[in-house]
Each structure stands twice: as C-alpha cells, then as structure tokens.
C-alpha cells in the first residue's frame, strides 16, 4: 500500500501553499492527491487576481498582512514572481450607512497594523479613479497597499518549491473515500488505483471540501456558491494600474486585466446544481448596464462572450476559513471556506495550518477564530458581508 506521513486533498492554490509549508519545516512525506490532471483547474484558475488587506475582521487582515509579507519575499523564495502589484482598492459609498461600515472596518484594519488605508473624499476618489461617475456617491476608502496579484504564478510557486523538497503529486487521482481507525482517525485514504495510509489528512478541496469531508462522516459547512466575471475586448481606455473599484451598494468591482475589463456583479445563483458554472446571458447584460452607468466610458465597450467565465467560491457561514483539525476526527486538517479570497490568503494559511500540525498550535498569528468548532460553539466572526 502506498503511504505518506500527510496526505493533502485537492492541488490547487491552499493544498500547494500547505505541502510547501509543511515540506520546508521539514515533514518527511507528504502526498498531494489532485483528480484533475493538472493543478489549479478547481477555483484557483478562475481567481480574478485582486489582493487586499482592507477586510472588517481583524483575523482576515492578519491573514492579509503576513501574506503580502510572504509575497514581497515570494520571488527570493520560489524563485517566481507572484505578480503582486500594489495599485490599491477602492471602495466606493452611495450613502451614510455604508460609508459607515466602511469606517468601521478601517477601525479594525488599523488595530490589526494596517496604517495606510485611508478614507477618501469625492475629490480624491475622482483623482484615484477619473473615469467612475461621481454623482450619487459620497465618498469611500482607498488602500494603496491592496491591488494584484497572479494566482497560476502563485500556484506554480508552491507547486515547484514543494516538489524540489520532495512532496509527491498525483493527478488524475480521486479521492473516493476514508478507511477510519476505529480511534477516531483515518487510516488510509481511497483512490481507484487502491488505498493510500496516511498518518493525517488535509481537505483542500476547494468548494468541494463538503464532498470529501462526508466521506468521513463530517458534516462541514462548505458550500459552492457560483460567481461570474464578463470580460471586455481589449479595451485601451482605462489604464491597467486602475485600482479595484467596489461599489459597497451591490459588491459590483471592476479591474484592467492584461488589456482587457474584468467586470464582476455577485448575484444569487438559480440553477438547481450548486456545482453549475455557467455563464448566464442575462445576467452578462445586467452587469454590462451597470458598468456603463458608473463607469460611462465603457460604453465604448464591448463584452467578448467566449472570454466571459464563472467559477465557484468555497463559502463558510461566516466568509472566513476554517483552519485546523476537526475535533470528530483525530488526524483530519482542514484548509477550507476561504469564502472567496482564497487566493489572497494562501500563503498565510499554509503557513500558519503546517505550524498547527508540526506544533500543535500556530505562533506566526493567532488563528482562533479559524478553528472549525467555531460555529458548533455558536462563535461565528462577525463583519459586514462585503468586507
Ligand atoms: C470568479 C472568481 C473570482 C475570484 N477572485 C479572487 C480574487 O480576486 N482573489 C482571491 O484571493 N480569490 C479569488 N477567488 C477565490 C479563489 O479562487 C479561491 O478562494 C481559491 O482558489 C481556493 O483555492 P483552493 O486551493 O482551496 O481550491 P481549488 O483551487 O478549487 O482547489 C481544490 C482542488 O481540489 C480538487 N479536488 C476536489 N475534490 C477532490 C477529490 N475528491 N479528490 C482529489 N482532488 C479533489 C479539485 O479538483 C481542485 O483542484 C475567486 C473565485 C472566483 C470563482
């Protein structure tokens, strides 16, 4: 039977981050099982690229701050440029409570070290970003530190790092199951090509980490929630260093991404697969109509539908991850519910979930308001839903 010390579920960005991690504390084998035959093809291919520490929840802000600190020394690291480029986000507010809300979390953004997000007034937001039409907005918040980065770079990063220091990949391999211990673990993990003993197991499997975890029995409050991107022709008009611009009222954002607009609107999914990732006509022309009222110079815009995609975020009950091992299950991790910022975070998760399983706790952060109790405690982090 094959083995490995730590078997990781699922390749894409979080489990790379996690073998790296683990691997370069040295842990002696750990196996990374992917079903696609490449890594990445789950979400992390679908990421549109933004990075941002402005959040309203202290912990999701140290997730920020210790990853840009890990993206600044990515290249000396890896040896990989992770395309972090700090051209800001900027949210933008319609009327006093979501300016509010916006303030309120920069009060947490500063307790939690982040200095340089600062409120902006209509002037200012005209300077940062000239081609959005002011009327009816009142003002906002602006981090220059927030901005880009490259998800597949990032991803090829950890994958590459982690196998130079000996981590296996399989792809083309499902996991179909767990054999359990009788103690309260898992055994082995079950492929079609035949088990595989593992001394623990992490779920990275993305929005599909409630499939696996019910594989061993665990009911995991991870679900899919489909989110579209329309995607203009190449488009010259609005520079590619524009920041992120969110519009608090409704989540719409919009970015230049290698000559082209990237236009996002979250909306609520009706298709009865939860899995389902296509792209729906109507709502391309909705996002298209609301792009051009506030941002008019897109009406010299048009959309290239093939380009147009949805992928998936892994939503939690409270938009934040869950981090660390599950109390039912002895020697089960997990790395799961990034709620969408997933990308943003890795290289901080797989950081702090290798201390936790080498240590027994993590000491780059406090990671206890991850703990996957948390919402069987009645303990959910609270913040506004957008931040
Ligand atoms: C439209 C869109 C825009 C986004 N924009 C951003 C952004 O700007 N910034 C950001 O930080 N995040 C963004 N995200 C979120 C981000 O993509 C995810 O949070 C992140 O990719 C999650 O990484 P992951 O490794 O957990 O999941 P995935 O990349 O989905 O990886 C999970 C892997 O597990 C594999 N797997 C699943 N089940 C099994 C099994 N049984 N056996 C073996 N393998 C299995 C899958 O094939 C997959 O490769 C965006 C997401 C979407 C959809």
């Known amino acids: 039977m094959r083995s490995a010390e730590v078997v990781v579920i699922g390749a894409g960005v979080i489990g790379a981050s996690v073998a790296y991690h683990l691997a370069a504390r040295g842990c002696g084998s750990v196996l990374v099982l992917e079903r696609n035959r490449e890594p990445g093809q789950g979400s992390t291919r679908k990421a549109t690229g933004g990075f941002r520490a402005q959040f309203g929840s202290e912990i999701n802000v140290l997730l920020s701050l210790l990853s840009r600190e890990k993206l600044l020394r990515f290249e000396d690291e890896l040896g990989v440029d992770p395309g972090y480029r700090p051209c800001g986000y900027l949210f933008l507010a319609r009327d006093e409570a979501q300016l509010d809300a916006l303030r309120e979390a920069q009060s947490v953004q500063r307790a939690a070290g982040l200095e340089e997000a600062r409120e902006v007034g209509l002037q200012e937001v005209a300077d940062i970003n000239p081609a959005v039409r002011a009327d009816g907005l009142i003002g906002g918040v602006y981090g220059p530190t927030d901005g880009f980065l490259r998800p597949r ?5 950890y994958v590459e790092g982690a196998e130079r220091l000996g981590v296996r990949f399989e792809y083309g391999v499902e996991c179909e199951g767990f054999e359990l211990d009788g103690d309260g673990g898992i055994s082995a993990v079950r492929t079609p090509g035949g088990d595989v003993a593992a001394g623990s197991v992490v779920n990275a499997a993305g929005p599909w980490a409630g499939v696996v975890a019910r594989e061993a029995g665990l009911d995991l409050p991870v679900e899919p929630l489909r989110r579209q991107a329309a995607v ?4 010259d008009a609005l520079p590619e260093d524009m920041p992120m611009t969110v519009f608090v009222e409704d989540g719409f954002h919009l970015r230049v991404r290698d000559g082209r607009v990237l236009l996002l609107l979250p909306d609520e999914p009706e298709a009865t697969d939860p899995f389902d990732q296509s792209v729906e006509d109507t709502w391309v022309g909705t996002v298209v109509e609301t792009a051009r009222e506030r941002v008019p110079c897109l009406e010299e815009a ?13 939503m939690s009950p409270d938009g934040h991850a869950l981090l660390g091992r599950v109390e039912e299950i002895d020697n089960l991790y ?11 975070h890795a290289p901080a998760l797989g950081q ?3 201390e936790i399983m080498l240590d027994g706790a993590a000491s780059t952060l406090d990671a206890h308001a991850l703990r996957p109790s948390r919402f069987a405690e009645d303990e959910p982090n609270l913040a506004h839903t957008l931040l």
């Open 334 to 344: 997990l790395a799961n519910g990034s709620s969408g910022h997933g990308v943003m």
């Open 302 to 314: 048009s959309i290239d539908r093939a380009m147009c995609w949805a992928g998936l975020y892994e």
């Open 232 to 235: 203009t022709e190449p488009f």
């Open 153 to 157: 770079e990032i991803l090829r990063g």
């Open 352 to 354: 702090v979930l290798a």
